[in-house]
Nanobody
Framework: QVQLVESGGGLVQAGDSLRLSCAAS????????MSWFRQAPGKEREFVAV????????SYSDSVKGRFTISRDNAKHTVYMQINSLKPEDTAIYYC???????????????WGQGTQVTVSS
């Protein structure tokens, strides 16, 4: 069992930056591929980024490539998402997830956090 707790969301203005964190407890953190997904109001939960167990490889959705950076610190059992140049369309609840497969498919992930809200005003 893995418990995931996200933090770092908030209300920001377009162009600002945020760093989201996801702290994991339970089973060995370094044995999981970690990802971020997001869900905007009225929309499906969508893939944002994934990072492999040692920090590589990394993959991003086209909509965030160049602005979002996923990283992890296995000693701290934490995965991060640095978000730069925020846009109003980035407004969503951001979820981290842990799984045994390096994938963009949400059905493949075993554990999910409760999410952190990011709201970007124009």
């Amino acid at each position: 069992q893995v418990q995931l707790v996200e933090s770092g969301g908030g209300l920001v203005q377009a162009g600002d930056s945020l760093r989201l964190s996801c702290a994991a407890s339970g089973r060995i953190f370094s044995s999981y591929d970690m990802s971020w997904f997001r869900q905007a109001p009225g929309k499906e939960r969508e893939f944002v980024a994934v990072i492999g167990r040692t920090g590589v490889p990394r993959s991003y959705s086209d909509s965030v490539k160049g602005r979002f950076t996923i990283s992890r610190d296995n000693a701290k059992h934490t995965v991060y998402m640095q978000i730069n140049s925020l846009k109003p369309e980035d407004t969503a609840i951001y979820y981290c997830a842990a799984g045994q497969v390096f994938t963009t498919r949400k059905a493949e992930y075993d554990y999910w956090g409760q999410g952190t809200q990011v709201t970007v005003s124009s």
